[in-house]
């Protein structure tokens, strides 16, 4: 690896880990989502989900120039190699954090991909070129479900209320950069993941307001650890994605 | 190397790519055979590289299954062509856009079933946002969007007000 691929790697396995790892936990409502029509939905939102995935690794393994496939990067690493953010690898709970994780999440990564489309790597530049436009209904649907909940039953509401509560403290780690990434983004080849957050607060802002939600006091702050391979509910997730190719190294299908 | 294959009359000169171009142009969509590579705007280039033709094709959707799919009927279609030594590869920029679907496959999209998607400019990532779509079958602008997912990823399920009919849209990307 060049000096210069060397700092990109990790940053591009963070971009591929996220998707791959909200993609793969969006998938496991499949066939137990509330309604038909949603659970075509979520499988459709897991499928873009990890096809970026898909793409991000392709990327990183042609940096890393050691044979890496993107299969072996999201089935044969371990979750400590993982550098996803904690909230993406949360259990899906009930429907109401499945949503508000999907807007809090959509709602900063399309305006990253957004400005990640105009950097000076061409190659992560042409993936958000493509994954910007998906983003966009990730975050429509995301914030048509929240308002639905919000201003519907008792239930609905207070069940949105929780989730809420419960994921704001995990949405400062995706605007968290180590100081590899603040030298890619000095470098015009990452955006400023801070520089994002008036387009992150507007949205949340303008969704919660339609929802009637009150936006949660303290800031969002909290746990984190996840970019440096520092994981909670990761390993279980992993054991059931990679067991199948686990059991059969080099399979193909 | 060329020589050889000059005198099989194969793979050489501006004749071959036209030819190749118009096979992989008539590839159809595996998902929605009603139209084809051209039709959907995801052919991108046919040209010669060392000696042999190289197609470059576009995915629509990052996670479209379809995308190997194609890429396999496309080298199929070539090498049943007599295009032996092919290549085909995936490119994904520029991004592919719904724009990039032509008069023809809106036309047989729309003849299928299917309403053809609306202009980016009018139904794109705005927020709680929702494009004018016309009934493929009644004609009717008189729509409801049920889901903005369908039975596969390009698509969106609709339902038409005045003749009671659900149908697919594809969606604006």
Redesign the interface.
């Given at each position: 690896m060049t000096e210069a691929h060397r700092h990109i790697f990790p940053y591009v396995i963070a971009l591929g880990d996220d998707a791959l790892v909200l993609g793969h936990r969006l998938s496991q409502w499949s066939s137990r989502a509330p309604t038909l029509?949603?659970d075509?939905?979520l499988s459709?939102?897991a499928?873009?989900?990890?096809?970026?995935a898909?793409?991000f690794y392709t990327l990183a393994g042609k940096l890393e120039g050691e044979g890496r496939s993107e299969d072996d990067l999201a089935y044969f690493r371990d979750a400590a190699a993982f550098s996803n953010t904690l909230m993406v690898e949360l259990p899906n709970g009930d429907f109401a954090h499945t949503m508000v994780r999907q807007l809090l999440y959509a709602a900063f990564t399309?305006p990253y991909f957004e400005a990640l489309a105009t950097s000076r790597h061409?190659g992560l530049?042409?993936?958000a070129?493509?994954?910007v436009?998906?983003m966009?209904?990730h975050?429509?649907?995301a914030?048509?479900w929240v308002i639905r909940l919000g201003d519907g039953t008792d239930e609905s509401r207070q069940r949105t209320v929780a989730a809420l509560d419960t994921l704001w403290p995990y949405v400062g780690e995706l605007f968290e950069m180590d100081a590899a990434e603040q030298e890619l983004a000095r470098a015009s080849i990452a955006p400023d993941r801070e520089q994002l957050r008036p387009i992150w607060n507007a949205?949340i802002d303008?969704?919660l307001g339609?929802a009637g939600l009150d936006r949660p006091e303290r800031p969002p702050t909290g746990p984190t650890g996840g970019r440096a391979g520092k994981h909670v509910h990761l390993a279980e997730m992993l054991a059931d994605m990679q067991s199948f190719a686990r059991a059969h190294p080099g399979a193909a299908w | 190397m060329s020589a050889t294959r000059e005198t099989d009359g194969l793979c050489t000169g501006d004749a071959d790519i036209a030819r190749a171009r118009a096979v992989a142009a008539a590839v159809p969509d595996p998902e929605i055979p009603v139209v084809t590579l051209a039709d959907l705007g995801i052919l991108r280039g046919v040209e010669r590289r060392d000696g042999a033709i190289f197609v470059t094709l576009t995915?629509t959707?990052?996670?479209?299954?379809a995308t190997l799919a194609i890429k396999l009927d496309v080298e199929a279609a070539l090498l049943e062509a007599g295009f032996a030594d092919a290549k085909v590869e995936i490119i994904?920029?520029?991004?592919?856009?719904t724009d990039d679907i032509t008069d023809e496959g809106r036309r047989k999209l729309r003849e299928y079933g299917i309403a053809p998607p609306p202009p980016r400019a009018t139904g794109?990532?705005e927020?709680?946002?929702a494009p004018n779509v016309a009934c493929p079958r009644c004609g009717s602008s008189d729509t409801t969007r049920?889901?903005?997912?369908?039975?596969t990823?390009c698509k969106a399920?609709w339902r038409c007000e005045s003749c009671s009919e659900p149908f697919d849209v594809f969606?604006c990307?």
């Open positions: 029509e949603e075509i939905a459709n939102l499928l873009d989900l990890i096809g970026q898909r793409l399309h061409p530049a042409e993936i070129a493509k994954a436009k998906e966009a209904y975050v429509r649907h914030a048509e949205t303008r969704v339609e | 995915p959707y990052t996670g479209c299954p994904l920029s520029p991004a592919w856009s794109g990532g927020l709680f946002s049920i889901s903005e997912f369908g039975s990823p399920l969606k990307l």
